[in-house]
T-cell receptor, first 111, second 113 residues
Framework: DSGVTQTPKHLITATGQRVTLRCSPR?????VYWYQQSLDQGLQFLIQ???????AKGNILERFSAQQFPDLHSELNLSSLELGDSALYFC??????????FGPGTRLTVL | AQSVTQLDSQVPVFEEAPVELRCNYS??????LFWYVQYPNQGLQLLLK??????LVKGINGFEAEFNKSQTSFHLRKPSVHISDTAEYFC???????????FGKGTHLIIQP
């Protein structure tokens, strides 16, 4: 158990819909990272937040957004969903820049 | 920009045999290097890391890796594998600081009895 929690574990929705994925970092970690794992693209870094502020952006689509709240939990919002957005979405947290601990993931299925 | 190449998508090995999973990276800056393991239907677990210091890094479950700067490699090894090592293994690189991790495409380790 990494100490990072993600909800929900599974999410099934339809094309065009909007969903929110939630992540709680390890106690004391200020950084939260979001990753997408799909068969086509592999594991890709989406975005990072540090203490409530966006720090780095990777291959995140404009239809996707994230935020980190004062209690340090983070949410990833995915809108106008397409079939190709079906993937495992991981959250990771770290205390400093180097070592990231991953949550169990949320499996999103878009029908 | 950084990139990671895992040269083998699948590596079949007999139980109790040694294994090496290959990883090469490219980066214009100093790097941190990682190996993660993903068991079926689970998240990513950190096996080992290289941040600085000794180039031979020991991790969990008997795995080790050697950082070779001149060859830009970070190969993962285990002297004797077990059925329970069957999993997907990912090599990753980070420039440190605020960087997200850049992952390789993964190597599926298949242990044959």
């Amino acid at each position: 158990d990494s100490g990072v929690t993600q909800t929900p574990k599974h999410l099934i929705t339809a094309t065009g819909q909007r969903v929110t994925l939630r992540c709680s970092p390890r106690s004391g970690d200020l950084s939260v990272y979001w990753y997408q794992q799909s068969l086509d693209q592999g594991l890709q870094f989406l975005i990072q937040y540090y203490n409530g502020e966006e720090r780095a952006k990777g291959n995140i689509l404009e239809r996707f957004s994230a935020q980190q709240f004062p209690d340090l939990h983070s949410e990833l919002n995915l809108s106008s969903l397409e079939l190709g957005d079906s993937a495992l979405y991981f959250c990771a947290s770290s205390a400093s820049g180097g070592l990231q601990y991953f949550g169990p993931g949320t499996r999103l299925t878009v029908l | 920009a950084q990139s990671v190449t895992q040269l083998d998508s699948q590596v079949p090995v007999f139980e109790e045999a040694p294994v090496e999973l290959r990883c090469n990276y490219s980066s214009s800056v100093s790097v941190y290097l990682f190996w993660y393991v993903q068991y079926p239907n689970q998240g990513l677990q950190l096996l080992l890391k290289y941040l600085s210091g000794s180039t031979l890094v020991k991790g969990i479950n008997g795995f080790e890796a050697e950082f070779n700067k001149s060859q830009t490699s970070f190969h993962l090894r285990k002297p004797s594998v077990h059925i329970s090592d069957t999993a997907e293994y990912f090599c990753a690189v980070s420039g440190g600081g605020a960087d997200g991790l850049t992952f390789g495409k993964g190597t599926h380790l298949i242990i044959q009895p």
